[in-house]
């Protein structure tokens, strides 16, 4: 078995001396890592003939903290808030990922109560990062205007955020044994109202920028991602889904209060940028769906089964758990000695380093401007690559 | 809403041929540059989400300070706001892209990474603890993330700082308020009491106080009023 | 199909691997040059047809002064999830 | 169908990992032929400039915040978490008895309780609470863990500086027992030797008070007295005091 390794210096050289004169020349462009398409450090070298794309080769690494290796000296009550801090869009679903593995460990049962909580603040976390995707794709397709919109609804989901947990980014909300604090009195009235007002917000964003000749332009049948190079790929979330694999784990895995509620899994016919584009259109709208559906009836009950200081007892074994965030599947890897409180190796399964490899596979063949497209389609969040 | 409510100084600096014109010019100066900040989009981690992009956007308006020109050339922009995480393979980018910016040039560092390596202070092997390690700063912003009103605050404690800053004729020399030892005497909390103080006189003004001294106050109310009422 | 019916069948092709134990997904060891061959047969037999290699880490073991690596294996048609270490 | 129609969705079933799914499958149009494409893309940007100039005519609400200026009325949620700050009593007392719950629950070390044992009682108590605000992650980790419920998170959000030293707090302007080991004491003396104020240290403390060279503590200082208690001036150290437990 011979694996090879190509170092980013000889994968650097140019495959080919031009035979004929007149024969155009492959170069090698940087984006990145500072580069405003990126949302963050990421450095894409792209080798090019012309306008035209051969090959993208990704250097990640440019926000690596080393949050897996500082995690083996950390209880796991204080390894949440560091999973806010990898894909910050989707902190709640972060924090259940490595919550679920935990309470898989040390068998902590948790109840209804807790489990429609963590459900409701997970879809209205999809329904905020999407939103400020949708901003962001718009902005970096060229179209300012969208961006602004976007942001408003982002505000607005942020306030509940505000309310019930006490922070806007980082929440650390989901713990081991049930949420940090109880929903704010105000919690029911005002999702409803933001319920209420999201509706039609969708079909104005449809209005705004779905229907726009250039986006359209740049994204029909650009950067089409079969399923099977997708699976293989190790995709996942939207980006699979629009190439049409209905794989999501909120059908596929039975957690949280999904088995509970009636949504659709949202796919895409071909697998280009305007499918990737329009999954997440459709996702806004069901995940809207399963809140209403939800938002009546959650249980009572207590929402911290576990004392705070008491230490959490993990039997040695291997455990992995994973939930679907915005972006994909989040998956925790925890190994327990069974010694000591904390977690011996604990590696993530990041959704959009996965995500990101695709782009070896899609962009060859197209334009430069087209990568831009691409990436955006993606919804990258660099700190979740690199951890 | 320009916030600025100080009067021109008056100090004549004598010299000969007069020097009325070159103290006042060091003053007008230096607030154009407070008041048109021009950012660089230069954000690595969760902060880059409520530091440039929510304060860009409609909740927060950055343009209402002048600084809504976020540029992604570095050569275009003066005011780099660190808005997360640096590590030892960012470091010695974020040094070169500071290094290409034209003087002068300010640095805000928000969030607890970019001012002291925060949540990865202990236990990682790659951050760099404190953005001020590798460029200077000229404000921090703690907060994890700071929230964009104290985003604002902090643009507000750069205008300051630039405002009473270095002269023209002089560039390099940049004077902050607050000294880097304390003198004699002297804690820290009369420091921060200073610069909130300082702060709240410069650049708070009530509008609505304002707008009623003016003779247009009453049509512009009428206006708002009416078109409020439409939706 | 459940995890002990699946582990039967990895333990049938793959001379070598033995189940492992303390883990809560199934899962199976198999020695270091069997991978490759495990590996193609894992994804191309088709009541496997594990397709998605879902992530894939390390651990150190200094104590027995070897590594152990882990596959984290998924079919989309029969939907298992299968961990191997080796 | 239309160009623009975005409700004609594919509801279907569909198997996988041995699952019948329900799917919904994103609208799909392609562009019809050349003239009419002109009139869609035409209408397409009218129908997007439409909704941007209905919102600018008539604004059902503006949402930008005028921040600098309404200060005065701006309103955080009560649960916001912006600053760590010691809850005190109607008499100005603290809860803190210097157990290091929270410096053990919080992640980055940004928390240092420092100990001694009193002049008084000889019991363990509270000497200095320092709090970094520049690691600070605000996770609530430390207030959970407080099993007396001394500590909270404040709303004060505006710190910023211009020197990363002025962001080290030292939390308790007095020093010394919780409130509810002063109050079994009846002697306003012994009370006021239990509690050490700690006016220069109150509010941010460069590098923990260290590398300040002749810090003296000035009369006008902005110290308000926590204690009911008449403070006249420092204790001078005493011996087998200030023994400090790091």
């Known amino acids: 078995m011979t694996v090879t390794i190509r170092t980013l210096n000889e994968l650097l050289q140019p495959s080919h001396l031009p035979a004929h004169p007149l024969a155009t020349q492959e170069y090698f462009v940087n984006m990145g890592p500072q580069h405003p398409i990126s949302h963050g450090s990421l450095r894409l070298v792209l080798r090019l003939d012309g306008e035209t794309v051969k090959e993208v080769i990704p250097v990640p690494g440019f926000v690596h903290r080393g949050v897996e290796k500082m995690c083996e000296s950390l209880t796991p009550r204080q390894i949440v808030p560091y999973t806010d801090r990898l894909d910050y869009l989707s902190a709640f679903m972060n924090n259940w990922a490595i919550t679920r593995v935990v309470e898989t460990a040390a068998g902590i049962e948790s109840n209804e109560r807790i489990e429609t909580i963590r459900t409701l603040m997970s879809e209205l976390q999809r329904i905020q990062s999407h939103a400020l995707w949708w901003g962001v794709t718009g902005m970096d397709l060229g179209a300012f205007t969208a961006f602004l919109y976007g942001f408003r609804e982002r505000e607005v989901i942020s306030e509940i955020f505000e309310e019930t947990v006490g922070a806007r980014l980082t929440m650390n909300y989901i713990q081991p044994g049930g949420v940090m604090y109880d929903i704010h009195p105000n919690f029911v009235k005002r999702v409803k109202d933001v319920m209420a007002y999201m509706k039609p917000i969708i079909d104005e964003y449809d209005t705004l920028l779905s229907g726009n000749v250039i986006l359209q332009e740049r994204c029909r049948n650009i950067g089409i991602l079969s399923p099977e190079k997708a699976i293989a790929l190790g995709c996942t979330g939207p980006v699979l889904r629009a190439s049409g694999v209905p794989y999501d784990l909120r059908k596929m895995e039975n957690y949280g209060v999904y088995n509970k509620v009636d949504f659709n899994v949202v796919v895409g016919a071909v697998g280009d940028c305007w499918d990737r584009y329009y999954v997440r259109m459709q996702e806004m709208r069901e995940s809207i769906r399963i809140v209403e559906q939800l938002i009546d009836s959650i249980p009572e009950g207590p929402t911290m089964t576990l004392r705070y200081n008491l230490p959490i007892e993990m039997p040695e074994g291997t455990y992995y758990s994973q939930v679907e965030t915005a972006r994909g599947v989040f998956g925790a890897f925890l190994v327990a000695e069974g010694k000591s409180e904390k977690p011996y190796p604990l590696h993530f399964r990041s959704p959009n380093y996965n995500n990101l490899w695709s782009v070896t596979a899609l962009a060859p063949g197209w334009r430069v401007a087209d990568i831009i497209a691409i990436l955006s389609s993606l919804d990258l969040v660099i700190p979740d690559i690199d951890r | 809403m320009g916030l600025i409510t100080e009067t021109l100084p008056a100090v004549i600096e004598k010299f000969p041929g007069g020097s009325l014109i070159v103290t006042s010019m060091d003053y007008a100066i230096n607030c154009s540059r407070a008041n048109s900040l021009w950012p660089l989009t230069f954000g690595t981690k969760c902060c880059a989400i409520e530091m440039l992009m929510a304060t860009g956007a409609a909740h927060q308006d950055l343009s209402r300070f002048g600084a809504e020109v976020a540029r992604a050339s570095v050569r275009q922009a003066d005011l780099m706001v660190i808005a997360g995480a640096i590590v030892k393979k960012m470091a010695p980018r974020m040094r070169m892209l500071y290094e290409q910016m034209a003087e002068p040039r300010y640095v805000i560092a928000t969030g607890a990474c970019a001012v002291s390596g925060g949540p990865f202070m202990y236990n990682s092997y790659s951050i760099v603890r404190g953005a001020d390690e590798v460029i200077p700063v000229d404000v921090y912003v703690p907060g994890c993330p700071p929230r964009p009103e104290a985003f604002f605050w902090g643009l507000l404690a750069l205008q300051k700082m630039i405002k009473e800053g270095e002269s023209v004729r002089r560039p390099g020399i940049r004077r902050k308020p607050v000294m880097a030892a304390l003198p004699n005497g002297m804690t820290a909390a009369d420091v921060r009491a200073e610069i909130q103080r300082e702060l709240e006189q410069d650049n708070v003004i009530d509008v609505e106080k304002e707008a009623e001294s003016k003779p247009w106050a009453a049509k512009v109310k009428e206006w708002i009023r009416k078109s409020s009422s439409i939706s | ?86 | ?246």
């Open chain 3, 1 to 86: 199909m459940d995890s002990e019916e699946l582990l039967d069948i990895v333990e049938r092709i793959e001379s070598g691997a033995t189940k492992r134990e303390k883990s809560d997904r199934p899962a199976v060891h198999v020695p270091v040059d069997r991978l490759l061959s495990a590996m193609r047969r894992l994804r191309n037999y088709q009541w496997l047809s594990f397709d998605m290699l879902v992530t894939h880490t390390a651990i150190d073991w200094p104590d027995d002064n070897r590594f152990e690596l882990v596959y984290l294996l998924y079919s989309t048609v029969h939907g298992h999830l299968l961990e191997r270490p080796q």
């Open chain 4, 1 to 246: 169908m239309s160009f623009m129609d975005f409700t004609d969705l594919r509801y279907e079933k569909r198997t996988l990992g041995g699952k019948i799914l329900p799917v919904v499958v994103c609208p799909r149009f392609n562009p019809r032929s050349q003239p009419m494409r002109v009139f869609d893309a035409v209408k397409g940007l009218l129908q997007g400039m439409r909704l941007t100039l209905g919102y600018l005519l008539s604004p059902s609400k503006i949402v930008t915040q005028q921040y600098p200026e309404n200060r005065a009325t701006l309103k955080f949620p009560e649960r916001y978490r912006a600053i760590l700050k010691f809850k005190y009593d109607e008499n100005g007392l603290h809860k803190c008895t210097g157990c290091k719950n929270c410096e053990v629950a919080c992640p980055n070390a940004s928390i240092k309780v420092i100990t001694r044992d009193s002049v008084i009682t000889e019991d363990h108590e509270l000497d200095r609470y320092i709090w970094r605000l520049d690691s600070c992650m605000f996770c609530n980790a430390c207030v959970q863990a407080c099993p007396f419920d001394a500590i909270e998170m404040g709303h004060a959000f505006e710190n910023a500086v211009y020197d990363r030293r002025l962001l080290i707090y030292g939390l308790n302007p007095i020093a010394g027992p919780a409130a509810s080991a002063l109050e079994n004491e009846e002697d306003p003396e012994v009370r006021r030797r239990m509690s050490d104020p700690r006016t220069i240290l109150g509010g941010p403390i460069p590098l923990n008070g260290a590398g300040l060279p002749n810090l003296k503590p000035v009369a006008a200082a902005p110290f308000v007295d926590p204690l009911p208690i008449a403070v006249t001036d420092p204790l001078p150290p005493e011996d087998g005091e200030g023994e400090e437990v790091s």
